[in-house]
């Protein structure tokens, strides 16, 4: 294994020479004739469907929920969560009028509000609909299912005719579910959450006896204001009669398949997991024993009786998964039996059938979808939230560049010597290279010409659109692998590995992860969605370009270096950070850093640090860190006492502990085969050294 100064010495004659020819103004303008590693298009689209808008002149901001009366095209409803259901022609022929407004009657405020709408299946004879909102009354508000009646055909619904059906106290203002839906079997199903806070505290979806954290399904048909099914799980007793299915924790949005019956859920997660099931009767979805495929708040649980989800998908900041409808339309066959879903927070649309993998059908889409709706055709649609309806549509062939197959032809690399970066790259070192199973690494940017980097106020680098930054790793002297992240022309950041061949001539893209054995050793190539985990938007993206992992590092000043290329306006003041192996640093603040760069990603302020709240930037004091004798919330490996950090001793300490395994419980958990030494030493020499918690 190779030090940390070790390595840092072998890429000391790269930056050498980089800085070298540094002159003092830039004199890398681009060439657009030649590839320069600038500007680099992404992947050509693999999109299989896009998102049409339609109706453009309605834009109803706050819509939840898109529908039309059964077997009825003719119309859409829209419901806002403010307490407005608007209808409008279809085919956009008349202007938007309101059907019903309840907004004087309404709880609102963050999820809360009216939230869904149901027709009632012989509406055409009977006029009926049915509400969820939150209203006045309980700890925080209660939630209200009720049953109201149109006078003339869908036009408006009578306020008056309002009765209520069901009323469940909510503990909290958040985890309200709130959609519902008649099944093919004429029942009303219900979605609620676990009644919110975070973790579920009081238990309740896995509480039989409550109805928060669970599906209902009522026969408002044959009793009032409703019967029991008589196949409901707890009908003849042992738990609330009303009960479908239950451990869920907040089940946004459902849908039943048309063809097979088949009910769809997406339940949102915690922290680390958004989840996609198919319910059925008398069936624990898990929470909160578990969130999404893992235990929940510890390392082992009895999932026994517990049904995993059908697609699951991890959260890397913010999550709530949108799940759609089965497709069953003519408009793309190739899709007959796929659920659709999608992410608030995200763009991507995945499809997804039983017994077999999600893919993504869809990565182009677009932020804020907050529904799907079927129409009596079996076309689907989308709903954004700030007022947009979209179809969906095949998408059409991909066009225009893409990002080269070999890395030769990106202009990442030097053409007489392509493990090189280009002549006209900046290559830098840092103080405390991030743990990447003892590979060495070799490190350049390519900024485009007249464009500087800015340096906020926590020392963290933001480069400009058109950038790229290239990190080449090699092991024994031979490369294995080039990752490009790269900041495309709109901002956003992506990143790509290209897999170098056997003889180090090239090296070609990788559509995918995948773990190959190199040299008799595994080696992980990331999945281009995994990069974004590590490269979190908390930690600015750009993890080695910060103040403190550059100052210092390198053979001359090599900040002053980019001030004088132009990269820079002006020369960045700030410590460095102290390398983990020079022992004239005080072994808590090697520790410390060691942390910052290989955990801190993840745990600080609005990071996707998961159940544990830990803030581990090397900036931090250690009482702010929250780890020294505090309890673990993640689980605490069958330790005896655990701590996070226990003073004194590193067997009862769980961050040490989850540094010496591999598997689930690793941290960090991506992307390595092999157990730091050399950092679990370190850690581990701390933790003893630690007489008491400051």
């Not at 339309?329 to 899709?335: D, I, M």
């Not at 004091?621 to 004194?648: I, Q, T, Y």
Request: charged content about 20%; hydrophobic content about 40%.
């Amino acid at each position: 294994m190779i030090s940390w100064r070790v390595a840092s010495r072998r890429l000391t004659p790269l930056l050498a020479a980089a800085l070298a020819v540094f002159p003092a103004c830039r004199d890398d303008a681009e060439d657009p004739a030649a590839p320069n590693c600038l500007h680099l298009p992404r992947p050509p689209s693999q999109d299989r469907i896009a998102l049409e808008r339609v109706l453009s002149d309605i834009a109803i901001e706050g819509g939840v929920d898109l529908l039309q009366a059964p077997g009825d095209g003719s119309r859409w409803y829209l419901v806002t969560q403010a307490g407005q259901i608007w209808s409008f022609a279809s085919d956009g022929s008349d202007d938007p009028t309101v059907v019903l407004d309840i907004s004087a009657q309404l709880a609102t405020g963050g999820e809360a509000g009216l939230l869904g709408m149901a027709f009632h299946p012989k509406f055409a004879q009977n006029g009926e609909v049915f509400l969820s909102y939150t209203g006045p009354g309980g700890p925080v508000f209660t939630s209200r299912i009720s049953r109201l009646r149109s006078p003339d055909g869908g036009r408006t619904l009578d306020p008056a005719s309002e009765q209520t059906i069901l009323e469940l106290e909510q503990p909290y203002s958040n985890h309200n579910g709130g959609h519902l839906a008649f099944g093919p079997d004429g029942h009303l199903y219900i979605g609620f959450g676990d009644g919110g806070s975070g973790g579920d505290p009081k238990g309740n979806a896995q509480d039989v006896d409550v109805l928060l954290g669970k599906f209902l399904r009522l026969d408002v048909d044959g009793g009032d204001p409703y019967a029991i099914p008589a196949d409901n799980p707890f009908a003849a007793g042992g738990g609330r009669p009303e009960i479908f299915a239950w451990g869920f924790r907040n089940p946004w949005r459902f849908s039943f398949d048309r063809e097979t019956g088949a009910l769809w859920a997406g339940d949102v997660g915690q922290n680390l997991w958004e989840e996609v099931d198919l319910v059925e009767r008398g069936k624990n979805y898990g929470w909160n024993v578990a969130e999404g495929p893992v235990c929940f708040e510890a390392d082992t649980c009895d999932d026994t009786d517990l049904v995993p989800p059908v697609a699951a998908y991890r959260n890397t900041r913010s999550a709530s998964v949108i799940a759609g409808y089965v497709y069953r339309g003519a408009a793309l066959p190739e899709l007959a039996g796929t659920l659709l879903y999608t992410d608030f927070y995200g763009s991507t649309i995945w499809g997804v059938k039983p017994g077999s993998e999600p893919v993504a059908l869809a990565e182009a889409g677009m932020r804020g979808l907050v529904a799907f709706a079927e129409a009596s055709d079996g076309e689907h649609y989308a709903l954004d939230y700030s007022g947009g309806i979209y179809k969906i549509v095949a998408a059409r062939p991909a066009t225009g560049p893409g990002l080269p197959e070999r890395l030769s032809a990106t202009g990442c690399g030097d053409v007489a010597d392509p493990q090189q970066p280009p002549a006209h790259a900046i290559a830098y070192d840092i103080n405390v290279p991030f743990w990447s199973d003892g590979a060495d690494k070799q490190r350049a940017m390519v900024i485009p010409a007249g464009k500087t980097i800015t340096v906020g106020p926590d020392g963290d680098w933001d480069v400009p659109p058109g950038s790229t930054l290239i990190k080449t790793f090699h092991r024994d002297g031979d490369p294995i692998e080039t990752r490009l992240f790269v900041r495309h022309d709109d901002g956003a950041w992506a990143g790509y590995s290209y897999a170098w061949d056997a003889d180090g001539r090239d090296a070609t893209l990788l559509a995918r992860g995948e773990t190959r054995t190199i040299g008799g050793a595994p080696w992980i190539f990331p999945d281009r969605g995994e990069c974004l985990y590590c490269h979190t938007e908390a930690a600015g993206f750009t993890l080695g370009l910060e103040t403190a992992q550059l100052t210092g590092a390198g053979p001359d000043d090599q900040l002053q270096a980019l001030v004088d290329r132009g990269v820079l306006s002006s020369h960045p003041q700030g410590d460095p950070l102290p390398a983990i192996a020079d022992e004239e640093y005080p072994l808590e603040q090697r520790a410390r850093a060691y942390f910052h760069v290989n955990c801190s990603q993840c745990h600080r302020p609005d990071a996707p640090g998961g159940r544990a709240k830990m803030d581990l930037r090397f900036a931090t004091s250690l009482v702010d860190v929250a780890v020294c004798d505090a309890k673990p919330r993640a689980g605490d490996l069958d330790l005896v006492d655990a701590r996070l950090v226990a003073p004194g001793d590193p067997s009862r300490s769980v961050v040490s502990a989850r540094m010496h395994t591999l598997g689930t419980t690793r941290m960090p958990g991506l992307a390595s085969t092999v157990v730091d030494a050399d950092g679990v030493a370190l850690i581990d020499a701390w933790i003893a050294g630690l007489t008491a918690c400051p």
